[in-house]
């Protein structure tokens, strides 16, 4: 690691980071070194994996960082440092793991601020007794962290109805790559005169700052939760169904569209199914399922659709399902154009399935669409493991990336092979605002201690 690792051996030898975090180093505060396996970053393990209990510890942590020129990849639990295209590996992972619990709660204002640490899971059985909650429902989903899930930015399928992190993030708490603490924010909606930073904040992936805490909008939970599977051989056969729902004047919280369907029991002799999410009070929720139940019949497509009502528990039990349906893809997608074109989206992803494979079946693809966004995930198993089959994914990719971006689309990869992203960016080029973004990341890492995701620098 040249110059960076020396000053690390030093700093440990002169005991600057036990008089950092406290004291003595406690197995809590600096993991013991065989712990840092889990912690690797392209194929290599950290220096150290460090898991402050304060903003002060993690400041004084990046601060040192900073005038040794260490790497520094934040972190909340682990779960998505293979995540986001090439992986830079680091000097030190940051992780909020310990930062954990609720920092300030105003029930009657709906507004919670939580420590970036504490799990989605957690933060849903505080909220409980109030009869309130959180409305994002995240891949990875109850396990992750907060702090993570608003570096990665990525939403569910309760962005329909409620928005995604960018819209319930009201402020933020974040330590900065020299160690300055920064406080953006507050506890209203309205409240940012110019520049947003907690919006930039949200998706920037760990290369802006690492998020100590965040302040939420809450909503009342809702008395009944039904979802109306409507059911077919393929997803193109759900199309119209979709157009027709999605049109509808009725309080949605979720339209997905899935192919194959991932839950047993399925809906019916279909593969695929649309699934159609509505919340609220058993008046809002029977006039909603009649609006459905009269429309959908009438949706014209090539097949009847079949329907089938799950309530309550089986309703949230497939949304808890649909939470981990990206786990265990070798590659993971996202394709976007307007929701009116989702059909090219869905004949373009299935041609991939027509690209070599790793073994004698073909690749195996799974398709699932935030169908009135117009976003298409695309999970696929099977890749190739030799360079020149991956070479002609890179290629196809690239291929498929140009042809939306002539129509307003875009492309990104979430997670995929190391040797893939050699040769295909899991990111869309900078556009205009890539100067932009520069000067703020320049201000907030002087150093350029956090990894550099988009420009794999």
Do not use: C
């Not at 972190?75 to 793991?97: C, E, H, K, N, Q």
């Not at 954990?100 to 849903?124: K, N």
């Amino acid at each position: 690691m040249g110059d960076g690792s020396l000053a690390w051996e030093d700093a440990v030898e002169r005991g600057d980071l036990r008089r950092i975090l406290g004291g003595e180093l406690s197995p809590e505060a600096l993991r013991p070194p065989g712990e840092s396996v889990r912690w690797g970053v392209a194929g290599r393990l950290p220096e150290a994996v460090v898991m402050p209990e304060s903003v002060d510890e993690a400041s004084r942590v990046l601060a040192l960082a900073h005038r040794h020129g260490w790497r520094v990849h934040p972190a909340g639990r682990g779960t998505w440092l293979r995540g986001g295209g090439p992986r830079i590996p680091a000097d030190v992972i940051l992780s909020t793991a310990r930062l954990q619990g609720i920092q300030d709660y105003e029930p009657a204002d709906f507004v919670a601020s939580v420590w970036g640490g504490t799990s989605l899971g957690d933060l849903s059985e505080t909220l409980a007794p109030q009869n309130q909650w959180l409305p994002l429902d995240p891949p990875g989903g109850r396990r992750g962290s907060v702090g993570a899930m608003v570096a990665l930015g990525v939403g569910g399928g309760l962005r329909h109805g409620f928005g995604g992190p960018k819209d319930l993030v009201l402020g933020l708490t974040v330590v900065a790559g020299d160690g300055r603490v920064l406080r953006w924010g507050g506890k209203v909606m309205k409240n940012v005169a110019g520049f947003d930073m907690t919006r930039l904040m949200v998706g920037s992936w760990g290369e802006l700052g690492w998020v100590a805490a965040v302040t939420f909008r809450l909503f009342p939970s809702p008395a009944q939760d039904t979802t109306l599977l409507v059911s077919a051989p393929r997803a193109e056969d759900l199309l119209a169904a979709v157009r027709l729902a999605a049109a509808l004047p009725v309080p949605l919280a979720a339209v997905e569209l899935l192919d194959p369907f991932p839950w047993e029991p399925g809906p019916g002799e279909g593969g695929a199914a649309l699934v159609l999410r509505f919340l609220g009070s058993p008046g809002q929720v029977r006039a909603t399922e009649s609006r459905l139940r009269n429309a959908l019949p009438t949706a014209r497509g090539p097949h009847v659709p079949q329907l089938r009502l799950l309530e309550g528990r089986e309703s949230r039990e497939l949304h808890g399902v649909l939470e981990d349906w990206e786990e265990g893809g070798e590659l993971i997608l996202r394709a976007a154009l307007l929701p009116t074109r989702l059909g090219e989206l869905l004949t373009e992803a299935r041609r991939l399935a027509r690209l070599p494979g790793g073994a004698e079946p073909p690749p195996r693809l799974a398709l699932a669409a935030h169908a009135a966004q117009g976003v298409l995930r695309i999970r696929v198993n099977g890749l190739p493991e030799d360079p020149q089959g991956l070479g002609v994914w890179a290629q196809a990719l690239g291929e498929w990336r140009s042809r939306l971006a002539q129509r307003g689309g875009s492309l990104t990869a979430m997670l995929g092979p190391e040797r893939l992203f050699d040769s295909f960016s899991p990111w869309e080029p900078p556009g205009p605002e890539a100067r932009l973004v520069e000067g703020v990341r320049r201000l907030l890492d002087p150093g350029a201690i956090f990894p550099r995701r988009r420009t794999g620098a």
